[in-house]
Structure formats: C-alpha cells, structure tokens
C-alpha cells in the first residue's frame, strides 16, 4: 500500500500542544533551533552566537528541551579540556502544524526571529525574493498554503542529501494588507 504521506504534508502533520506552541513563541527560541539545527551547540556556544548571557540562553534552551524541540548530545571535551554539554535539534518542529488564531501575539516570534536572521546574515545574503499582492478567498488561501508547504516538504525531507552546500533561510508570510494599501 502506498503511504498517504509520501503526496499528502498534511498527513505528516499533527497539532501542536499549547506546551510546543508556547516554546516556538519566542523568537530567541527560534533562533536557538536554527542554529542547533545543523550542529550541536553548547549553552555558552548559543549565548555567545546570540549576544545573549548564558543564564537568558540557558533558559530557553530549557524551555526547547521541556517540549522536546531539543535534545542532549554527547558530552564532550572542549578546547579548554572542559567538559561541554551540547544540544541538538530534534527537527520535530516542521511537522507541527500550529493554529494561528490561537494567541495573535505569538504569531510575530517566527517575524521577529527572521528579521534578526537576515539583519546579521545581511542584506547581500538574499538569494531571491518575491513579494506580491493577491485577492484570495479562505479556501485559495488554504490551497496556496498547501502547495507551497508541499514543495518546501520535498526539500526538508531531501535536505540531509544537500548537507555540502550552504545552509539558506527563508520565510514564507501571507498577510492581510492595510485597507488602502
């Protein structure tokens, strides 16, 4: 039998719990799991790569681990011959699919998270960009939803098989223009 998943992302999906939806509503959060997405980072790697302190990244490293965003690597010896505690994606963030109409405010973590990506990656690192204005129902806006989140399904699922070519980001934002605008 064919597995349903393998044409359908939605089938791979599950809601998120509040617990998961809170943990991915700071963008600090956001930015932790992107970095630890490609290598184990310690806390004081992350604090030190945010510009944060180590209790604040500690903290959300915390929170990450709780809802199962991150995991513990192995623990290994450091340049100093210290022991460091490093801290892994689990990669379980993709696959939730998260209501927006829940808590408004969280919606902006992902933004704000994206913004501080791009201003320190700067602006020469845009690969490719469209904007655009469209006039859409609830159900097109569904459709364009799906399709898009099925063509980004079929690079994550992939991605391991690109791992020797530069990391890129992006962010995907349909919003309701300005009356106006």
Not at 43 to 72: C, I, M, S, W
Not at 121 to 138: C, D, E, K, N, V
Request: proline fraction near 7%; aromatic fraction near 8%.
């Amino acid at each position: 039998m064919t597995d349903p998943r393998a044409y359908d992302p939605d089938a791979r999906r599950r809601p998120a719990t509040a617990k998961e939806i809170k943990a991915l509503s700071h963008p600090l959060r956001l930015r932790i799991l992107r970095l630890c997405n490609d290598r184990e980072l310690t806390n004081k790697q992350l604090a030190d790569r945010l510009g944060v302190d180590p209790g604040t990244a500690y903290y959300h490293v915390r929170q990450l681990v709780a809802a199962g965003f991150l995991e513990p690597a192995e623990v290994r010896t450091g340049e100093s011959g210290a022991l460091e505690k490093p801290y892994r994606s689990t990669g379980l963030t993709w696959w939730l699919s998260v209501a927006q109409d829940e808590d408004p405010s969280r919606g902006a973590a992902p933004v704000e998270a994206f913004q501080q990506e791009l201003a320190e990656a700067g602006p020469a690192s845009i690969a490719t960009y469209a904007r655009f204005a469209l006039h859409l129902s609830p159900e097109q806006i569904e459709e364009l939803d799906r399709r898009i989140v099925a063509v980004l399904d079929e690079y994550i699922s992939t991605d391991h098989e690109r791992a020797d070519q530069p990391a890129h980001g992006g962010f995907f934002v349909l919003h309701r223009l300005a009356p106006g605008s």
